[in-house]
């Protein structure tokens, strides 16, 4: 099985309010990312853990939390979503030097 | 990690045979060429990579010049499926970091 999983598909979140993303693979990769894309932008890499380590991106530094309990999971959490944070949320995972493979996305909407 | 540069969209039809060019002048002895393509609503897909040597697959064929400095993805027999926009990426070896660029937007018509 090559896919990465996420959940839910679809999100409404209310301003101020936690929202918190899911995501797994069971291919044994120790790299998982998290992207954040919107409408005509490229896919902005926000984050990533290589085995247990996080790696952020300098810019989302204070504004993405991530977990990873073990090495199919892996979560974000938005501590208080704004207008801004609507986007679709893609996860992915890889073995170094490996081709990346991407879930199908979440598409979160803040209202 | 050095930069790519791809044209903003290229139109096709269908059962043309398309070229993909990226240029990468500064690239690093250690960087391996990625090309993903994009449809909206869907996550990236990978298409192919290399380092030095051409590379062909079921999707496409990745001519890499001499000197690296420039690549292009050769897409035979274009279909509408094919239609998305396709990133060209550098991404070195042994790092997890994979970081997306504008991309080329291609179109196919019918």
């Known amino acids: 099985d090559t896919t990465v999983k996420q959940n839910p598909r679809y999100k409404l979140a209310r301003v101020g309010k936690p929202v918190n993303l899911i995501c797994s693979q069971t291919?044994?990769?120790?790299?998982m990312y998290w992207y954040q894309k919107k409408p005509n932008q490229a896919p902005k890499l926000l984050l990533f853990?290589?085995?247990?380590?996080?790696?952020r991106e300098a810019d989302t530094f204070e504004k993405f939390q991530s977990s990873r309990p073990n090495n199919s999971f892996c979560s974000l959490y938005i501590g208080s979503a704004g207008l801004e944070y609507s986007a679709m949320y893609l996860c992915?995972?890889?073995?170094?030097?490996?081709?990346?493979?991407f879930g199908k996305g979440t598409r979160l909407t803040v209202v | 990690d050095a930069k790519t540069t791809q044209p903003d969209s290229m139109e096709s039809t269908e059962g043309e045979t398309v070229h993909l060019p990226c240029s990468h002048a500064?690239?690093?002895?250690?960087?391996?060429i990625y090309w993903y393509r994009q449809v909206p609503l869907q996550g990236p897909e990978y298409v192919t990579h290399?380092?030095?040597q051409n590379t062909t697959n079921s999707m496409a064929f990745l001519a890499i010049a001499s000197d690296r400095k420039s690549s292009t993805l050769i897409l035979p027999h274009v279909s509408l499926r094919d239609a998305a926009v396709y990133h060209c990426?550098?991404?070195?070896?042994?790092?997890?970091?994979?970081?997306f660029g504008e991309g080329t937007k291609l179109t196919v018509s019918s």
């Open positions: 291919m044994n990769h120790d790299t």
């Open positions: 853990y290589y085995d247990k380590i996080l790696n």
């Open positions: 992915a995972s890889s073995r170094v030097d490996t081709e990346v493979f």
């Open positions: 290399g380092l030095q």
């Open positions: 500064t690239i690093s002895g250690n960087e391996y």
């Open positions: 990426i550098l991404k070195r070896g042994g790092s997890a970091k994979l970081i």
